[in-house]
């Protein structure tokens, strides 16, 4: 017996470039708050994200405080490509491609460090930190007269500095990264400007089987999920119950790039009182006013980077913590988590000290909320990739808050929207995404 | 000679005891293991050159707790609202290397390997968290405590989702 059902599968990776494309057109609907199940796990999708947007956008690689002096590295990668970020002998900040131009092996494996030279493992070619290739052996015998050492540094990728975080791009003709990140600098500022920030160690590192993108979704707009996902941490008396989470502004500042702020923090100031006029220097009087008042912050800046400032009770101190992380992809259904925890330089060892622990226990690997959202990532991408999904186009429903109107006396820039439980942000951030893949 | 043989066993069969009483989710009862003044991290493993060990850093703590945060944890996982471990994770701790390296009377230094087994969900591919532990315990009103517990991971980069278990 067969059955005769007319339904189809459709077959993602038998389309063409542009019937994909309209197919992805066609049924990614951000404006509708309809986002499909497919786009987060199916690996042809991956294959345009991969080219459009993580060979194009700028990208996180470190922060200036992690290579303070001549000749440190740090090790990174960005688009499925290993880099040397140097502070380099001329005293320049180099993000060179981890790949020596002789026959393409890996140069460095060493995840930070502080070197003058970097030698290749295969066959010893020898280049400067600045990516000047200064060593061949034997050369004048193997070579002759016809090796050019000049031509044969390390690839340089383009790079940029926002705020000591070290920004670069694998594409030559983006444009700046002053453009790319825009008014979400404002934002910046609060996180990494507010006073010299410096990170604490190296980044931890864990991977799930979870795609990339529910992370920035999660980031740019998901306080809502706060009640419940985190809903363990209310039944400790950790953070308010209810609609804590609610309060404050839900912002859109363009190219993918958004947050959210919580405030007032009815705890007051989150932050070290002893570098209030660190802070007052540093920022203009409106950033410093939202300051005096945050509870918390999320920002996402496209297209994978958290930044997270969350103050909480530990120890019968009231402490504030401040982290960035990336959400790196691996796989069409999976990524590696990276996160930094950062302090305010001029803090007492003591404030740093009890911050690190609270971002370590809240937000790191083990971290009590951390925890909770790994299994919704997870299990999301698992659904996502039966393709029961694509024969019924199931799609996820992201309309909250769009019968909200926008707030127009805030005083950062941006989409401002009151409150914080609404998908304003993701809907704005799937805009962002599917007219990135899709373009021609 | 004697005397050691018995402290061995008697360390055994204590580390023994608390794996099993982890891998049995009795987290109260593990509790009671733990001194007071307990130390509980676990460094970050990092990618150095041969000649520039070590290869950790403890400037980033994966776990950087005390008896109070480690009584936060357990409580947390007893909420209905832990959902990392709704269903638990099936773990299986698998201790061995056993090696005591210092001790006093009511004090040992203990170092040992630990290879922990973590099944989630319906995930058909297991989690393996290999490491070494140093561990203080002593001696409190006749029992063994754990002082301090020092865990280093073999991996820079975690194959396991998160850390909702203890290690």
Sequence with gaps: ?440 | MHKNIILQYEIEQWLYKESELLDELNFDGWYELLSEEISYTMPLRINQMEESKPDYSEATLLFDDDSTTLKLRIDRLKTDMAWAELPPSRTRRNVSNVKIKEMSENEVTVHSNLLLYRSRSTDTTADLISGQRKDVLRKENGDWKLVSRWFLADQTSLGTRNLAIFV
Excluded at chain 1, 216 to 223: A, G, R
Excluded at chain 1, 272 to 301: A, F
Excluded at chain 1, 398 to 409: C, I, N, P, S
Aim: with cysteine; net charge negative; glycine share 8%.
């Design chain 1, 1 to 440: 017996m067969t059955t005769t059902s007319t339904k189809q599968v459709p077959r993602l990776d038998e389309m063409t470039r542009s019937e994909l494309i309209q197919y992805l057109k066609d049924t990614v609907k951000p404006e509708e708050g309809l986002i499909p199940s497919y786009i987060f796990s199916h690996p042809k999708v991956y294959e345009l994200e991969m080219e459009k947007i993580f060979l194009r956008d700028w990208l996180f690689v470190a922060h200036k405080s992690e290579i303070p002096n001549k000749g440190d590295f740090v090790t990174r990668e960005m688009g499925g490509q290993s880099v040397i970020v140097t502070h380099g002998a001329d005293g320049e900040i180099h993000v060179l491609l981890n790949v020596c131009t002789h026959r393409g092996m890996k140069l460095c494996r060493m995840d930070n460090g502080n070197q003058k030279n970097f030698t290749c493992p295969y066959h010893g070619f020898n280049f400067k930190n600045t990516g000047d290739l200064i060593g061949i052996p034997f050369q004048k015998v193997v070579y002759g007269d016809t090796m050019d050492k000049s031509k044969m540094g390390l690839k340089e990728i383009r790079h940029a500095v926002y705020a000591d975080l070290i920004f670069a791009t694998l594409d030559a003709d983006a444009v700046s990264l002053d453009e790319f990140l825009g008014d979400i600098k404002w934002y910046l500022d609060l996180a990494f400007n507010r006073a010299e920030m410096e990170v604490v160690g190296l980044p931890q590192k864990w991977n799930v089987d979870g795609t990339w993108k529910l992370g920035s979704d999660n980031t740019i707009s998901d306080s809502y999920h706060t009640l419940v996902s985190h809903g363990s941490i209310a039944k400790l008396g950790l953070v308010p119950t209810g609609d804590y989470s609610k309060y404050g502004y839900q912002i859109y500042t363009g190219n993918g790039h958004g947050l959210n702020l919580g405030m007032p923090n009815p705890d007051g100031f989150a932050f070290p009182e002893s570098l209030i006029d660190e802070y007052k220097e540093r920022l203009s009087k409106d950033q410093y006013d939202i300051l005096k008042q945050m509870k918390n912050m999320i920002v996402c800046v496209s297209p994978n980077i958290m930044i997270l400032i969350s103050s909480m009770d530990l120890k019968g101190q009231k402490i504030s913590q401040t982290s960035l992380r990336i959400w790196k992809p691996t796989g069409p259904d999976s990524m590696e988590i990276s996160s930094w925890v950062l302090v305010e330089k001029n803090a007492t060892e003591e404030w740093k000290r009890l911050s690190e622990q609270a971002f370590t226990l809240t937000f790191g690997a083990s971290g009590i909320f951390e925890q909770d959202d790994t299994e919704n990532f997870t299990d999301i991408t698992q659904n996502s990739k039966s393709p029961y999904h694509l024969q019924e186009n199931i799609v996820f429903n992201y309309t909250m808050g769009m019968h909200q109107d926008q707030v127009e006396d805030f005083v950062g820039p941006g989409i401002v929207y009151k409150d914080k439980f609404n998908e304003a942000n993701s809907r704005a951030f799937f805009r962002n995404w599917l007219d990135q893949i899709t373009a021609e």
